[in-house]
T-cell receptor, first 112, second 115 residues
Framework: SQKIEQNSEALNIQEGKTATLTCNYT??????LQWYRQDPGRGPVFLLL?????KEKRKERLKVTFDTTLKQSLFHITASQPADSATYLC???????????FGTGTRLKVLA | DVKVTQSSRYLVKRTGEKVFLECVQD?????MFWYRQDPGLGLRLIYF???????EKGDIPEGYSVSREKKERFSLILESASTNQTSMYLC??????????????FGPGTRLTVL
């Protein structure tokens, strides 16, 4: 069955540094991969989508890469700020459907 | 501004009660989803609907049913609530489209406690 792995341990980094979060998957080949941000007690908020034929996508301080050979996506936040502290979820589509399977998320804490 | 609303933020019910969780979206989206979120398990899909009166089981449908009589409203029903259904329930909607394919818009969540 499909499996998505995100680092379950919290990531603490210093303000101004680049945060890098990892999403690994096995047993299938998604066409789309999404990243979401979730704050405590709130629903996830969409950040970026990347397609299987795209290697990299950028939006302001955010960058996502998608390596279908390694079955891995990396999510980068450059010049990180304390306001970036949140849990970040990756999600991959079930091929040919509108459904996505979500990872468990990685909690990021940016220290001032 | 697009919006997904859920009927309650917090809900406490007794074992065996029938529980209704309501979700409404104002974006005219075709697809609607119900997830539950538990620590260490992440978001798990319970049911989804791709059109009015249409539904499909997700990964964990047991103990749940859904209803979609109108495009904007998707209800999750716990026929007989049990303590292992204590969780955060999240509703989402999406529409296939150019550029932001299947971006899901989430509601604020309902934290359900079953005693």
């Amino acid at each position: 069955s499909q499996k998505i792995e995100q680092n379950s341990e919290a990531l603490n980094i210093q303000e101004g540094k680049t945060a890098t979060l990892t999403c690994n998957y096995t047993n299938y080949s998604p066409a789309y991969l999404q990243w979401y941000r979730q704050d405590p007690g709130r629903g996830p908020v969409f950040l970026l989508l990347i397609r299987e034929n795209e290697k990299e996508k950028r939006k302001e301080r955010l960058k996502v890469t998608f390596d279908t050979t390694l079955k891995q996506s990396l999510f980068h936040i450059t010049a990180s700020q304390p306001a970036d502290s949140a849990t970040y979820l990756c999600a991959l589509d079930y091929t040919g459907t509108y459904k996505y399977i979500f990872g468990t998320g990685t909690r990021l804490k940016v220290l001032a | 501004d697009v919006k997904v609303t859920q009927s309650s933020r917090y809900l406490v019910k007794r074992t065996g009660e029938k529980v209704f969780l309501e979700c409404v979206q104002d974006m005219d989206h075709e697809n609607m989803f119900w997830y539950r979120q538990d620590p260490g398990l992440g978001l798990r899909l319970i049911y989804f609907s791709y059109d009015v009166k249409m539904k499909e089981k997700g990964d964990i449908p047991e103990g749940y049913s859904v209803s979609r009589e109108k495009k904007e409203r998707f209800s999750l029903i716990l026929e007989s609530a049990s303590t292992n259904q204590t969780s955060m329930y999240l509703c989402a909607s999406s529409t296939p489209g150019q550029g932001r394919y299947n971006e899901q818009f989430f509601g604020p969540g309902t934290r359900l406690t079953v005693l």
